[in-house]
């Protein structure tokens, strides 16, 4: 797919237990691993749980032994990223090539941008934003300024380096003394501001690598005080409000951010930068509707939020200049309200982040995002003091990802307050917008992040409830506001006269309360205001609050027998109870024909249940009996094939037999024709003896 940033695709990525494959839809923007479902996902903007990785390095990996390739063609890569390194496999070495060609490429060019050695700020600001569309956001989401220098695919860090690097003299090695590289190492990631557990990680790398990135940095330093990289540069850019930075502007200020130290970021908020950056994203969420471009200049705008939010000093500073989070909610492209998760989320956590901020007096972040909410509910309802309603209202739509982040930021705000009052206050506002009908919806037994949100909402409100009551609580609800309920009451109501009623019976229970403590529960004194005001509608008269809590108190100063029969009642509440007392009877004798039908029912089953059970014993005899003679049959088979067999045998046997007498009375014949032929020799020879002496001359002719 096109548009998704400079290399997208699918990829087997190994997983934790090293013996299966994981085929996930990768996106390289920058410097940043995007990982989805799907393509559908990617071009929603739908991520997986942790979705983006930073990357550090890439390079051509061998086959693992344990586990067979997923596909026919494999080829392997290693990429490490800031969480860890992982083994990759993709669907041909082609494809391998170009992966790592393009991370290659991405960083080479994030260093580049950091350096300012690529072009002048006349250079880029004659660039026109469709050649910054058609690059296809190179840098995007990732880009960790020097960082991405890491990148090789071998062994050799200075062969792999970019051109411009070695071409530099700012970039040339330095000795860097054993004992002091862990020293200066320590010192970068303090400078660099990361979290506690990727410090961890870029700690564990190898020496040569933390002697690499210690180099890179020095180099850094030396032209980041170039005109280029300024924040007195930057700062101005962004105050040109005639001409909007252009995406590739956008993406450099991005990268130099994110690895700058403290002391420039400091100096970029005092020269007002981040008032600049905050007028730059409202006017991109002016409109609800904004072209792919734009999208990608939120998206690089928001990167640089990040590299502030990501460290206190930064927060310190949105707490200060309110632009950020004002422009979260300006107009009617309000990013909470968007349906791109990436966005909300990240407008989210800055706005969780400035909520729980004690900068200041201890509720001056947390006021700032109550006061953005009323904002984005003025432009966009006609309620204005309902500043909650947009939020819920987002809650009502199918389950979906971004749900998760706006009950995220709910949870924020409702629960940071260190007043209980604040937070039953606003529980309250949500629970008159429906709010816990709308979260018991999207509850679901699936455990994941929406149902976690809910969890910690209710958690927090029965822990709530529980110091307010001094005792644990049954109910998830907090008591909600009686002039909320009274109102929606009233707006239900419509007609003036029950209005007037309603009034009338609430008046009168004010009037009584002193027989609150003699009364078995409110719902007892609320009876009896309506029974009074029947009283006084049955003799032709509107009741009043007056007239209705005389009665009541004239009732309960009577005394009070255990037979109702003893009270005096009208003929109205008579009629009532006599007729309550019918329905009872009739739904009494409905059920008890219903338990005798039931019993009837029951009965004829359990007989179905008894035959069954008695056909079931049958049919197993049956099978047994048919076993049997299928065992027999099988013996009977077994003992007539044996027969055969012997008589096979006998058959063979008796052939031979009479075979060898043939040859016997052969060969008697054979001698017999031997003896006379031996007997005709002799004569012959005789005759021959005979013809040869002398008396056998005379004879011869």
Sequence with gaps: MTGLGDKSGFLFKLKENNREWKKIYVVLRGNDLNY??????AQAGRLMKDGVKQVLSAAVASAPSNVPAPVQNPAFVSIETTHAKKLYCARSENDRSEWLHTIKRNAEAAA??????????????????????SAGGSGGKGGGGFLGRLFKKGGDPQRDSSPSFSSSSAFSPRAIDGGDLEQQFDALLKNLGLPQDKNATMRAMPLEKKREMLKMYQGYREVATTSETTPTYYTEMLSDHENHPSLE?????????????LGWLKQFVDKGGL???????????????RSEEDWQRIDTSMRCVKALQRRPEGIKAMVKHRAICKSFVAGGGSLLLCDREPFVSACVKVLCAVAVSSEGEASEGHTIVLNCLE?????????????FKLLVEKLREPRNPTQRWVLTLLNAIVNGPADIETRVQMRNELCGLEFIEVYNQLLTSAGDEIDCQIAIFDQEMRADSEELQGEKSTPILMPVAATTRVAALEKQLGSQTLVAQLTAMLGALVMVDGMYARSP????????????GIDILAEGKEP???????????????PRTNSMAAQPVSDAVAQKLSDAARRVAEEQAKRKAADEEWAQRTVKLQAVVDQSKKDLEKAKVAAQAAMEAVKTAAAEKALVASELEALDEDLTALSVEKLREKMAERNRQVATCNAKVAAMTMEVSELKSKLSSPAGAALRP
């Design 112 to 133: 580049r941008r950091a350096m300012g050695a690529q072009s002048t700020p006349a250079a880029v600001k004659t660039r026109s934003s469709s050649t910054c569309s």
């Design 275 to 289: 008032d600049g950056l905050g007028k730059l994203l409202t006017d991109l969420c002016r409109f609800n509707e």
């Design 36 to 41: 989805y479902e799907s393509p559908q996902d």
């Design 521 to 532: 529960s409110l719902w007892f004194l609320m009876g009896e205001a309506c029974s009074r």
């Design 544 to 558: 009043s609050a007056e007239d209705v809590a005389e009665r009541m108190k004239a009732s309960f100063s009577k």
């Design 375 to 387: 904002e984005l509910a003025m432009a966009n309802s006609e309620e204005g003091d309902a500043r």
């Design 249 to 261: 502007q956008l993406q450099q200020l991005a990268v130099v951010m994110s690895s700058a130290e």
